[in-house]
């Protein structure tokens, strides 16, 4: 199977050198001089990780629960004391609110080893 191929004819030992040894010319790393070289390691970390550790550095941080849940229930004062706020929109903050207190609830209690697996039941 190796000598012969249909579509190209039948192939020679130099075909399989020529192969094997076309990507011998072409240069697959870089050839660094010695200034480069310095320059490389001497040279702090490069732009791109400042700019990715900038960019984290501008999201906010995620509220505590408490903070969340106090802010809930001013929104909902104001909501209630509102004349131009309607049922529904204190429905919204009253399910918000009680959303945010249960979570807090949850992250207050311990939790067990097996809550940090999830376990199928069938």
């Given amino acids: 199977m ?3 191929r249909q579509a190209l ?3 020679t030992e ?3 050198k020529t192969w094997l040894t076309v990507d011998d010319k072409e240069q697959t790393s ?3 001089t010695d200034e480069q070289i310095i320059q490389t390691v001497t040279e702090p970390e490069s732009t791109k990780e400042e ?3 900038e960019e984290e550095e501008d999201e906010e941080p995620i509220p505590a629960m408490a903070e969340v849940v106090r802010c809930i229930q001013v929104g909902l ?3 209630e004391k ?3 706020s309607t049922p529904a929109e204190v429905m919204h903050f009253r399910n918000a609110l009680y959303r945010a207190r249960s979570e807090a609830r949850s992250s207050l209690k311990q939790k067990e080893l097996t809550d940090f ?6």
């Fill in 9 to 11: 004819g039948p192939l």
């Fill in 14 to 16: 130099e075909d399989i």
């Fill in 82 to 84: 509102s004349a131009k």
């Fill in 117 to 122: 697996f999830n376990f199928e039941r069938q």
């Fill in 51 to 53: 700019e990715e550790q």
């Fill in 2 to 4: 190796l000598n012969t």
């Fill in 30 to 32: 870089a050839v660094l």
């Fill in 77 to 79: 004062r104001w909501v």
